[in-house]
């Protein structure tokens, strides 16, 4: 009677031990393959858990499933976000290059004028741009300005500005009639509602004047024994309304003076503590170069620049240039 007990308690066990091998071991092994082939593919797989039932391992393969559809969609983002950044980076170098290609050396001798200029782009390119030009060996012609928008668009526009004025100066018109050509020709095709900030100044050495005009751009300064705000001609931005008229002012400049100019990323760069650098220091550190020559006008500015703004994000492109007769 024993034995035959004991036999029917380890039919028993062993019955016991196949239905938890069939209900506990076999699925929780099942389960644990599953997962361990879809963590070792590291990337996005259509491994999911098929179980049947109503039962904790129904509830396991059901959360499985879920996560790896979340886990596939978020793969899905990454890549098509890294596709995007890549693209994103491409236009910022395109970009850059159009912008840089088309910017004269920033050092140069002309006529009688030294010549210093540079330009620190943003991470986002913008649209700004200097240049000069020698019309004839008494004249001499400085342009800044700044596009408004970021990326390519803003590039090629720049490009396209430039060369208009280029070429309206080479022709012999004045500072205000160059303004007028560019923005009666920008402001009939531009759907975009994009426009440029300009300023146009040209030095005449022998009657020892500059002419300038000025479409909504930050007024430049003559450097003298003081800073002199140059705003006597002011205007519209180019690009807004076609037929503007751009007046325009005549300063004397004589030997040591100087012309600076400047984009608002320079005013309008930024510190740490939120604070813009601003007009009024600006002129302070103009204050002290007064009568310095063009590139220790330039090295002090730049100085006084990454003193302000040391550990904060620059927003916006820097572009200033110094002329001195």
Not at 49 to 72: K, P
Not at 89 to 103: C, H, N
Not at 280 to 290: G, I, M, S, T
Request: proline share 4%; net charge negative.
């Amino acid at each position: 009677a024993y034995a035959f007990m004991f036999v029917i308690v380890v039919l028993l066990a062993l019955l016991v031990y196949l239905l938890i091998k069939r209900m506990v071991t076999r699925p929780a092994r099942y389960i644990s393959e599953v997962m361990s082939d879809y963590i070792a593919r590291s990337e996005k797989s259509s491994v999911k858990l098929e179980y049947e039932g109503d039962n904790e391992f129904s509830m396991i393969a059901e959360a499985f499933n879920r996560m790896t559809e979340d886990i596939d969609k978020y793969i899905d983002d990454i890549a098509r976000f890294g596709r995007e950044r890549e693209r994103a980076r491409a236009e910022v170098d395109i970009a850059s290059g159009i912008q840089m290609g088309f910017l004269p050396f920033g050092s140069a001798i002309l006529s009688n004028c030294r010549i210093e200029a540079m330009m620190k782009p943003a991470k986002d390119v913008g649209g700004d741009l200097y240049n000069y030009l020698e019309l004839d060996p008494t004249h001499t012609m400085a342009v800044i300005a700044d596009v408004s928008g970021k990326g390519i668009p803003s590039a090629i526009l720049m490009t396209v500005i430039l060369t208009h004025i280029r070429q309206s100066a080479r022709i012999g018109v004045s500072p205000g009639e160059i303004l007028k050509s560019v923005n009666d020709t920008f402001s009939k095709k531009n759907p975009k509602l994009m426009f440029v900030t300009a300023f146009v100044g040209i030095y005449d050495s022998e009657a020892g004047t500059l002419t300038y005009a000025n479409a909504g751009h930050n007024p430049p300064y003559l450097l003298k024994d003081r800073p002199v705000l140059l705003d006597k001609a002011s205007g519209t931005p180019l690009g807004l309304f076609p037929g503007d008229i751009f007046e325009e002012a005549t300063v004397e400049m004589e030997e040591g003076d100087a012309l600076f100019l400047y984009t608002d990323g320079v005013n309008e760069a930024v510190n740490a503590a939120g604070e813009f650098f601003g007009t009024e220091r600006l002129e302070k550190v103009l204050a002290k170069v007064a009568r310095s020559k063009a590139a220790h006008i330039m090295e002090t500015v730049k100085a006084s620049l990454r003193e302000f703004t040391s550990g904060a994000y620059q927003n916006d492109d820097i572009t200033i240039m110094s002329v001195r007769v």
